[in-house]
């Protein structure tokens, strides 16, 4: 198999995970009468818009968490890969509980086939005044995962990781990635800045295509997000774009672009160690 349907879920979550759920069902359901069959959602598909405490209070570890059975359930009557783009769990460290930003890909069969915690956290002061610190709630991961779907290797990775290159290029040299999930919440100003050319140089840049499904618009709490899921292939084109509202965008992934795309500018292969 060499192509396939792929469709980014875009959401504006809020605070309430159940009605967060019901949004994304509704619009993976949506994607799978287009013909999808492999559908990614925005970081944070469950709880958006929570202060620390708020959010610890409603999450729970993975194995116990009714949400995420609730979308392996769904994957398997829609019979299609479900990848959420990210869901938060509670997870003990030493000495205290925190949470993982984690991305889990499900399988038709609705079992786990990987996961991934985000490894780079958004601490982060912009111009504006607005401020970020993502390490205060959640753990850092520490390991690159890749996936094997029908059509490709699927690299796992979340929104701020967008701006670490060489996460990228270990998921295509040594993880056989092929393709990039990049499920985000980025901030309206950077995405305004940032997104699209950032999206397109990891595409080409490791010639492989690029699924990332974000979060967009105003949401409860007067946060604003960028929005504009976009699906890009490896010579750096854009398949499909959203502007901010909820929706779904598809495209059609035909694999063979990789191959061509890496035998015409073959820099995965041309890369070098090189003293600093
Ligand atoms: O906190 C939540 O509710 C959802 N999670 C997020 O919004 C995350 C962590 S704060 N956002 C980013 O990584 C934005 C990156 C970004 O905007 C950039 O790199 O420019």
New binding site residues.
């Given amino acids: 198999m060499t192509s396939f349907r792929a469709a980014c879920v875009q959401l504006r979550s809020g605070r309430d995970p159940a009605h967060n759920l019901d949004e994304a069902e509704r619009l993976i359901r949506e994607a799978r009468r287009d013909g999808a069959e492999y559908i990614q959602t925005p970081?944070?598909t469950a709880?958006?818009?929570?202060n620390r405490k708020a959010m610890m209070a409603v999450l729970s570890a993975e194995d116990d968490d009714e949400g995420l059975k609730r979308m392996q359930a769904l994957a398997e009557e829609l019979d299609i890969w479900l990848h959420i783009g990210s869901m938060s769990f509670l997870v003990k460290t030493c000495d205290e509980v925190k949470a993982a930003?984690r991305s889990l890909l499900i399988s038709p069969a609705g079992r786990i086939a990987a996961r991934y915690d985000k490894i780079h956290m958004?601490d982060?002061d912009l111009e504006n005044g607005e401020s970020?610190r993502?390490s205060a709630s959640f753990v850092p991961g520490e390991k690159a995962v890749s996936a094997i779907l029908p059509w490709g290797t699927l690299g796992l990775t979340i929104?701020?990781d967008?701006?670490f290159p060489y996460l990228y290029r270990a998921l295509c040299n040594q993880k056989g990635a092929n393709i990039l999930a990049i499920p985000?919440?980025?901030?309206k100003r950077?995405?305004q800045a940032?997104w699209e050319v950032l999206m397109r140089a990891r595409a080409i840049e490791n010639g492989a295509f690029v699924i990332a499904a974000a979060q967009g618009g105003k949401h409860e709490n007067g946060r604003k997000?960028y929005g504009h899921s976009i699906i890009v292939d490896p010579w750096g084109t854009v398949l499909a774009e959203a502007q901010d509202e909820p929706c779904f965008i598809a495209a059609d992934i035909d694999m063979t672009r990789v191959d061509v795309c890496r035998k015409a500018i073959p820099s995965l292969q041309h890369d070098r160690a090189f003293e600093i």
Avoid at 47 to 50: D, G, S, V, Y
């Fill in positions: 970081e944070q709880t958006m818009e929570m930003n958004f982060v970020y993502e929104c701020y967008l701006r985000a919440a980025f901030t950077t995405g940032h997000t």
